[in-house]
């Protein structure tokens, strides 16, 4: 059964990290917005905790700040599979152009919607 609870304090950890790193980075909400493409208004409620990110908004994030995913993913998260053969895949995704890393963004979000949309089927 699913932690609602522990999800619920994921999901804020994520939000207060996306604040953090946007105000490290001397980035106002607008600018991040102008690299992201995602509205202010989308930003506002995601760094407040009024909207739940999606994996395409975190890794959006993740490159207009140039964090790794992994800083806004809380222990509970990355705990879950940690792997030797995720280093490879990190060190080869940054040697791709700006539109590859566009494209494996974009397709990443699709999978990892479509196999939460089976997980929760199935429950």
Not at 34 to 63: H, K, M, V, W
Not at 111 to 117: A, E, F
């Amino acid at each position: 059964m699913l932690n609602t609870s522990q999800l619920s304090n994921d999901v804020k950890y994520v939000s207060e990290r996306c604040r953090e790193f946007r105000k490290k980075a001397n980035k106002s909400q607008y600018d991040l917005s102008d690299i992201t493409g995602l509205s202010p208004n989308t930003i506002a409620r995601l760094e407040n905790d009024q909207r739940i990110p999606d994996l395409e908004q975190i890794f959006r994030y993740c490159y207009a700040l140039n964090v790794p995913v992994t800083d806004f993913l809380p222990l509970s998260v990355q705990s879950l599979g940690s792997s030797n053969k995720s280093i490879p895949l990190r060190s080869a995704y940054s040697r791709l152009s700006d539109a590859n890393k566009e494209f494996v963004l974009t397709a990443m979000s699709a999978l990892v919607d479509g196999l939460l949309t089976q997980q929760f089927a199935k429950q």
